[in-house]
């Protein structure tokens, strides 16, 4: 790894964000929650041009809406800024953000698992209901994604919606987001009775936080705004690797934890600690951050997928 000094002239995101604690009840007990103003309309103005810019310029995704599939008009979804541009990793790396979601977890120490831009294009379509944990080859209910909101969003398109206590029925299934999975959670929702919730409109730097196994989903962009969120998803550490019983689980074990197998610590320099961290040490970057697309199509290689 190599060591990178933190841009200085960008704001710290290290000042608190004191939780109230029906905000971490609501969480524990629903999977979700909102935290508004958890960055300010300052932060988000110096933060959002570089996470767009990055975001955009490392797309993969260059077909037009109408060419692609549900799962695909739903939003460009782009992986790991933090390995790509040293702001977007001072963004990621936010003390005050994964302090949140230790608080909302109920952990000591979070680590980072991965960041994701999800931009809802203008007249994108809307996100099918899924659970991310699913994905993610972690043997831990102390999962949570960060949501945050980078432009204001209006009601028409709104933020997540979250069936509310699904998270506490853990895996409902190997049911990847699109079609099918869609159809399927809407049935299992009413079956089950459980509340959709949202949060609804929200000012840039307004947040959700939601758990791994939290079903949830997104209406579509009528507006002729793009809807630009940034995501953080961190688990509690200490964690260890679950079973590899699933492509996808196998695709996520390759590109973040090639050397490990299951029962082992879910630790890699791809997975860093991101709270509490000693003030003292300088973030650095792992070797992924300079072949970022060669990283990519070696995890799809190792984990026999086509990339
Ligand atoms: O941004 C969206 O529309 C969906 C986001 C999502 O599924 C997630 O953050 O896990």
């Given at each position: 790894?190599?060591r990178v000094?933190?841009?200085?002239d960008?704001?710290?995101?290290?000042g608190a964000?004191?939780?109230?604690?029906?905000?971490?009840?609501?969480?524990?007990?629903?999977?979700?929650?909102?935290?508004?103003?958890?960055?300010?309309?300052?932060e988000?103005s110096a933060?959002?041009?570089?996470?767009?810019?990055?975001a955009?310029?490392?797309?993969?995704?260059k077909?037009?809406?109408?060419?692609?599939?549900?799962?695909?008009?739903?939003?460009?979804?782009?992986?790991?800024?933090w390995?790509?541009?040293?702001?977007?990793?001072?963004?990621?790396?936010?003390?005050r953000?994964?302090?949140?979601?230790?608080?909302?977890?109920?952990?000591?120490?979070?680590?980072?698992?991965h960041?994701?831009?999800?931009?809802?294009?203008a007249?994108g379509?809307?996100?099918?209901?899924?659970?991310?944990q699913?994905?993610?080859?972690?043997d831990?209910?102390?999962?949570?994604?960060?949501?945050?909101?980078?432009?204001?969003?209006?009601?028409e398109?709104?933020?997540?919606?979250?069936?509310?206590g699904?998270?506490?029925?853990?895996?409902?299934?190997?049911?990847?987001?699109?079609?099918?999975?869609?159809?399927?959670?809407?049935?299992?929702?009413?079956d089950?009775?459980?509340a959709?919730?949202?949060h609804?409109?929200?000012r840039?730097?307004?947040?959700?936080f939601?758990?791994?196994?939290t079903?949830?989903?997104?209406?579509?962009n009528?507006?002729?705004?793009?809807?630009?969120?940034?995501?953080?998803i961190?688990?509690?550490?200490?964690?260890?690797?679950?079973p590899?019983?699933h492509?996808?689980?196998?695709?996520?074990?390759?590109?973040?934890?090639?050397?490990?197998?299951?029962g082992?610590l879910?630790?890699?320099e791809?997975t860093?600690?991101?709270y509490?961290?000693?003030?003292?040490?300088?973030?650095?970057l792992p070797?992924?951050?300079?072949?970022?697309?060669?990283?990519?199509?070696?995890?799809?290689?190792?984990?026999?997928?086509?990339?």
């Open positions: 790894m190599s000094d933190l841009p200085d960008l704001p710290s995101l290290s964000h004191p939780l109230a604690p029906p905000c971490i009840e609501e969480f524990q007990s629903t999977g979700h929650t909102c935290v508004r103003g958890l960055a300010s309309p300052q988000i933060y959002r041009p570089i996470l767009e810019d990055v955009l310029c490392n797309r993969f995704e077909r037009a809406l109408e060419e692609r599939d549900t799962y695909g008009r739903a939003f460009l979804q782009i992986l790991n800024l390995l790509l541009d040293r702001r977007a990793q001072a963004f990621v790396f936010a003390q953000f994964a302090r949140v979601a230790a608080e909302l977890l109920g952990v000591p120490a979070v680590r980072l698992y960041d994701q831009a999800l931009f809802k294009e007249g379509g809307y996100t099918p209901w899924h659970q991310d699913f994905y993610w080859p972690l831990t209910p102390h999962t949570v994604t960060l949501w945050i909101a980078l432009v204001d969003i209006p009601k398109v709104g933020s997540m919606v979250f069936a509310s699904s998270q506490a029925f853990g895996n409902l299934g190997d049911l990847a987001i699109g079609d099918e999975s869609h159809r399927h959670f809407e049935r299992w929702i009413d089950h009775g459980l959709r919730e949202t609804g409109a929200m840039a730097g307004d947040a959700t939601h758990a791994g196994w079903l949830h989903s997104a209406g579509a009528p507006t002729d705004q793009m809807r630009s969120a940034m995501t953080v961190y688990f509690a550490d200490g964690a260890r690797l679950g590899l019983d492509p996808s689980r196998r695709l996520d074990r390759a590109f973040y934890f090639p050397s490990a197998h299951p082992d879910a630790r890699s791809l860093p600690l991101l509490p961290t000693d003030s003292n040490s300088s973030p650095t070797g992924a951050a300079h072949d970022y697309r060669g990283w990519i199509a070696d995890a799809f290689r190792r984990a026999g997928q086509r990339g």
